[in-house]
C-alpha cells in the first residue's frame, strides 16, 4: 500500500471511529437512569478495587489532567458534584457509571476496522482508541470507588 492510499485509510478509518465515539455520547445520555442504578458486567467492582491502588498507579493525576466531556453530546459534566446530600450522591454515582460505560463500549470501537486495515493499523487504532479510553474509565472507576465509599458510611 503506498503512503497516500495509507492516508486515505486513515483519514477514512478516524471519520469511522469520531463517528461511533460521537454516536455513543449521544446514545449515553438518553438511556434510562436505572441501568446505571448498579454495578454490572464490567463495572463490577472486584477486590482489586482499592483508592490505595488508584492512587499508587497515578489515577488521581490523570484525572486533574483529562478533559471532562460528560456534557459535550447532551449528558451531564462530572466536573464536580451534584451536591453533598445522598440523593445528589447517588445521582452523581449514576453518571460515573455512565460514563464508564460509555469508555468500555468505545474501547473495543476499533474492532470495526480490523476486517479493513492492515495489522500495523489496527495496532495503532488499539493503542489510541482502548487505551486512551482505558484511562478514562480507570479515572471514572476510582471515582466510583471513592462516591460508593461515601455512600456507604452516609447510609449506615
Known sequence: MDG????RLV??????LVGLAALI???????????FARDWGPL???RWDRVAIYRRSGIPWCARWLPEGGSWLGGASKSSLFGMDVDSLRAYLVEVRRGEWVHVIAAFTFLVLVPFNPWQLI????????????VFFLVLRYNQLRLTSILERMTR
Not at 11 to 16: G, N, Y
Open 25 to 35: 455520547g449521544l446514545i449515553a445520555p438518553r438511556c434510562p437512569d436505572r441501568w
Open 44 to 46: 463490577t467492582l472486584t
Open 4 to 7: 497516500g492510499a495509507m492516508l
Open 11 to 16: 483519514i477514512i478509518d478516524l471519520v469511522i
Open 123 to 134: 495496532l495503532l487504532w488499539f493503542l489510541i482508541i482502548f487505551v486512551g479510553n482505558l
